[in-house]
Each structure stands twice: as C-alpha cells, then as structure tokens.
C-alpha cells in the first residue's frame, strides 16, 4: 500500500537528575560537595532513506520515544548520555509540527538528518553550586525534559518529469514503454491508483527519473477524483510531460482537457504553471487521430500556450519516443543548472545573517480558575520547576529566590494572591506565602 501522509509522535529523552553528594574520605578534612552532572537526554532524529518509497510502516508504529539520561553519582561521577534515536524516512519527506503547521525540514537527499526532538541537557550536581557563602550545598538540579511534539510527515517522491494527464490518456503504458517498470494497465478510468515511478536511461547517459501520477479530472485541486492527494508530487518535478489522448472516440475535446489539467495545477500551486511543459499528444496511431492532432495544434498556437514544445507520440508503435525523450533530457538539463546557479546565490545571501533582537514574549502569565488557583505558565518557568529538586531544603530555597528575581511573586500579589492560595506552575503545587 502507497501512503503519502502519516502524523507520528516523538518525545526526547529527559536528562539525568544531578546528585547531591559530598566526599567522606579518610585524610580529606574538607572534602565538599561531590555530586555528580546527569547525563543528557536522546535525540529523535529522522534520516533520509532512499531505498524507502512510501510512509505505510508508520502506520503501525508512530511512537517514538529515546531514552533518557543517567543521573550523576557521587565522587563528581557524571551521568551517561543516552544514544539518539534514528527513525528511517523516505527521502523527499516533508516535515511539519503537527498542531502549529509549521515547517521543520525537507529531506531530499539520502542519509539527510533532521533533529525534531532535541533531549533535555543534564541537571548539575551540588558540586557546581559551591560559593564562599555556601561551601556544602545540598543543591542539585532535575535533568531538563526532553522535547516531545506531533509530526506530520508528508512524502513528495523525487521525480525528475512529472506524467500528467486525463485518465487513460495513456500515462501508465508511456512509462512501461520507456522504462522498465510495470505499472498497472488497463482500459478503464483511475487504474494508476498510487505514484509509479521509473528511470530512464539514454544512450548518451542523460538518465532521469520518469513519474506517473494517478490521473486528474475537473475540480482535482478541490479533492475530486484521487489528484488532489497526488498533486503534491508534481511539485517536485523539474519538467512536466501534459499527455493529451487524441482519440476521437473518446467523447472529449483535447483542448478543453488540456486546459482543464493547467487549471487544476494553476489551482493547487501556481508555480507549477511555470515549471518547463511539453505537450505530448497521445494514441496517434488512432484513424482519425491525425485530424484531431491537427484542431488541437491550431487552438493551441491561438492560446497563450502557443511557445510549448508539441511531440505526439504512440505508446503502440512507438513513433515519437525517443525525440520526445531528447528533448525532456534537454530541457531537464538546463532547469537544473539554472536551479544549481539560483542555489549558489541563495547560499552567498544566506552568508550574512541579521540580528533582530531579543524576543518581546512574555516570560510567563498569571491567571486563576474558578477553583482560586493561581496557575503560573510560561516556557522557562514551567522548565525551571521542573529541574528543581524538591527533596533537598537548599534546592527549595533557590527556587523561590529564582521566582522572586523573575518578577513571579509580584505579579501573583496584583493577582490578588493572599497566604495560603494555592499556586501551581505545571505540575508543582504550593501555598503562596507573603
């Protein structure tokens, strides 16, 4: 089964908890504190497999959780990282945070990773909170949680000429007739249910990847049909081949068919208009096909796709192929200098990088349930009570002179907290105390 389209989650690992430790050995009078860093979290990493076509196996596996670190241990002994976990893609995978939409990445080429769950670091040891004031601390800090998010993963597979057409204009049989793959054939509408994919193979070593998408009808773009989940592929190719069946017995206008197709790329994504197109007339082998080829050349030199290449082609005797592959080799070619030059500016202009100040994002916000609980939220404040140790008295005394510096205790007295409410910053509850 082809699947193109899969939300999983991942969750980095934790990283270890820092120990609360002092050394107590025979001639060391003063031996302080000796506890040691936890180690940091695993990563989730997704990397680009070539070998690997379709999204299907993650439709029984789409949790993915790395370890987390060890904690330290005494004698300034530092925890173990954890290994980061690899999670196999399909090269040409899309990556996107589920629940914003946002776009994380783009793996296009093999073995290409990509971190979507970074591990948290470790929490430090009682060994790194000694001062002249405080020469054995009993401080250590709770390893920092690891990310975790939902991902959509979106595969565009990695052509380089797109095959688009009406149904049973004859896009299965061309690519069976030019490479070696063996779609689906048969004389019915939707018989390509799923992406075909094949290489093409020149005699002057001008190879390139050929794929035949599921035919679009009227309103494609809109989800008629299958096109619309299929269209997405077409943006990753370089130079599209617009197949048009000359058959007369057909029951359709060429022409109409032609521009209802251009319609329906213009509609999911207008740069696809702009991508190099040859039209390629098909079933020229038809009686009555010449005649039609002939109406059909005339209104399109009367359009304003008058300047694309016409190369009609028979998948049957095989007239055509082999001049229309020449020229798509042709045209490949020059699209993907002028992609390789637009790349080398792109990457002179990305060389200079402008900084736009710190973030005006509120450090956390201050609001009350109907229960009266003073629910305190924000990134570094709910972290920040997550990687305290609540076992240890000195650990709880920092915490409240780390709320204090952030402004928390004044901002919960213009709340209207009194003694005794109940704050809760993620999952730490407490009584405000004045």
Known sequence: MFVDTVTINVKAGKGGDGAVAFRHEKFVPFGGPAGGDGGRGGDVILIADEGSRTLMDFRYQNHFKAKPG????????????????????PAGTVVYDADTGEELGDLTHDKQTLIVAKGGRGGRGNIHFKSAKNTAPEIAENGEPGQELRIRLELRLLADVGLVGYPSVGKSTFLSVVTKAKPK??????????????????????????ADLPGLIAGAADGVGLGFQFLRHVERTRVILHLVDMDPDNGREPFDDFQQILHELGTYDEKLLHRPQIVVPTKIEIPGAAE???DFKK???????ADLPVMPVS??????????????????QAVVAADAEKEAERAAETKTKTYTGPSQKPAFTVTRDEDGVFIVTGERIEKLAKMTNLNHQDSLVRFDRQLHGMGVNDALREAGARDGDTVMIGDLTFDFVE
């Open 292 to 294: 039609r080829l002939a």
């Open 315 to 332: 998948n049957v005797t095989h007239a055509g192929v082999q001049p229309l592959l020449h020229k798509t080799a042709e045209l490949l």
């Open 299 to 305: 209104a399109l030199a009367d359009s304003a796709w």
């Open 185 to 210: 054939i048969a004389a019915y509408q939707f018989t390509t249910l799923t992406p075909n994919l094949g290489m093409v193979r020149l005699e002057d070593g001008n190879d390139f990847v050929l």
């Open 70 to 89: 060890q904690n330290g241990m005494i004698k300034a002994m530092y925890g173990r990282g954890s290994d980061p976990v690899y999670v196999k893609v």
